[in-house]
């Protein structure tokens, strides 16, 4: 039997070692996780992973010195795929940071900062465990309970057009959007790969998960 590859996108900003090390823990012997910057190897993976963190300008730019943008907006497209932080972010339109850049554009939306002058007592970045109310049915949502704990380190959040593609949310002074899904692709805030047995169920339901 062939085995399934995953990819797990490296454009030089993403928490790489643990996600690929959670991921692996969780896939069974049919599953090979490979990290790569080869635009072609996410071309061929069965499954694409799309970690990172820090800034949505050198996010793009990498993406884009790499030539891994197009392969990764297709396969957002075509292919059970999964964001993880910055990785949801740069999927929107446009992001505010660093004045403003334009992004992927799989969501029509915006990536907007915090602002908490109302909620004092609050920080930024939004970091450390909080919950997520599953808003929509999700297959990668199996076997993790309402409202569990994710981990999170984010300035900014998404705000997608379409709301429908809301599936998930968090409050951190305001309720925002921290799951974006459509058709194949499911994109999260949080760092699942930080997240403790809610989030190894996650990757886990992710490795079985067809795209339907």
């Known amino acids: 039997m062939n085995q399934r590859l995953v ?3 490296d454009y030089g900003m993403g928490n790489l070692r643990s996600v690929s090390k959670a991921a ?13 910057q ?14 990172g963190q820090g800034a949505a300008k050198a996010c793009m730019q990498a993406l884009n010195q790499t030539g891994m943008a197009e392969p990764v907006k297709l396969a957002a497209k075509e292919k059970p ?8 972010q740069v999927l929107m339109s446009h992001s505010d940071e660093n004045s403003g850049i334009n992004c992927l554009d799989i969501f029509k939306g915006n990536v907007t ?15 450390g465990w909080n919950q997520i109310s599953q808003t929509q049915d999700h297959p990668l949502w ?3 309970e309402q409202d569990s ?6 300035s900014y959040y998404v705000v997608p057009e379409d709301k429908n593609t809301i ?4 409050t951190h002074g305001q309720t925002f959007p921290a799951v974006l899904c459509d058709h194949n692709l499911f994109a999260i805030q949080a760092h699942p790969e930080k997240s403790a047995d809610a989030g190894l169920q996650l990757f886990k339901n992710f490795l079985s998960w067809n795209g339907h």
Do not use: W
């Open 142 to 144: 199996h076997g993790i």
């Open 81 to 88: 795929f999964l964001g993880i932080c910055m990785g949801l």
């Open 7 to 9: 990819a797990v996108v």
């Open 167 to 170: 599936y998930g949310e968090t």
């Open 24 to 36: 692996e823990h969780m896939a069974d012997d049919q599953t090979r996780i490979v990290v790569t």
């Open 38 to 51: 080869d635009p072609q190897v996410i071309h061929d993976a069965d499954s694409v992973i799309f970690p």
């Open 113 to 127: 900062q915090f602002n908490l002058s109302e909620h004092p007592t609050l920080k930024m970045p939004h970091m």
């Open 149 to 154: 704990r994710f981990y999170y380190v984010h």
